[in-house]
C-alpha cells in the first residue's frame, strides 16, 4: 500500500497515485481527493522507498509506522507535533523505534512522520507492512519446524 502513495516536495499532504502519463504521474489528494498532475521535473518519492536511521540498519518506514500503530491502538497519535517540544518528539520515537540514530533523525522528520501517520489513519490507508512478508514468515516457521524434525 505505501508504495502508491507519495510525498511530492512543495505540496502538503500526501497523494495518492492514480495514473501515469508520459512526463507526469495523476495523483489524488488524500485530505481533498482532488486530482492533479505531478511533473517529473518535481521531487516525488513513495512512503515505500523511506526508512528511518537506525544504529545498525535502516529500518522501513511501514515497519516504524505499524509499530506506531501498535502503540497507539490503531488510533491517530495524541501528541501534538506543534506544541510538543524536541525532546517530547525524540522520545516518543524512542517508545515506537527504541535504536534510532539520534544525530541523523531531526525533530522535523519526526513531526513529518507522525503528521504523516495521523493522515493514512484518518483516511483508512492503514496496511502498513506488506501482506507477503506477513504470510512468508509461517511458512519459514513451517520450514525451521520440518527441518528439526
Known amino acids: 500500500m505505501l508504495k502508491t502513495i507519495l510525498s511530492i516536495s512543495g505540496k502538503p499532504g500526501l497523494y495518492k497515485l492514480v495514473s501515469q502519463a508520459k512526463n507526469m504521474l495523476i495523483v489524488e489528494s ?29 529500518v522501513p518506514l511501514g515497519e516504524v ?9 490503531g488510533g491517530k497519535v495524541s501528541l501534538d507535533i506543534k506544541k510538543a517540544d524536541s525532546e517530547t518528539l525524540r522520545a516518543y520515537l524512542a517508545d515506537v523505534l527504541p535504536n534510532f540514530d539520534r544525530e541523523r533523525v ?20 492503514t496496511d502498513f507492512v506488506e501482506e507477503k512478508k506477513a504470510e512468508a514468515e509461517p511458512e519459514k516457521e513451517a520450514a525451521e519446524g520440518a527441518e528439526s524434525k
Open 65 to 73: 509506522l505499524e509499530s506506531i500503530k501498535k502503540k497507539e491502538n
Open 106 to 125: 531531526y525533530v522535523t522528520d519526526i513531526k513529518k512522520l507522525i503528521s504523516w501517520y495521523n493522515l493514512l489513519v484518518e483516511t483508512g490507508n
Open 30 to 58: 488524500l485530505q481533498t481527493g482532488k486530482r492533479q498532475p505531478a511533473y517529473a521535473h518535481e521531487k516525488i518519492i513513495s512512503l515505500g522507498d523511506i526508512a528511518i536511521f537506525t544504529d545498525e540498519d535502516d
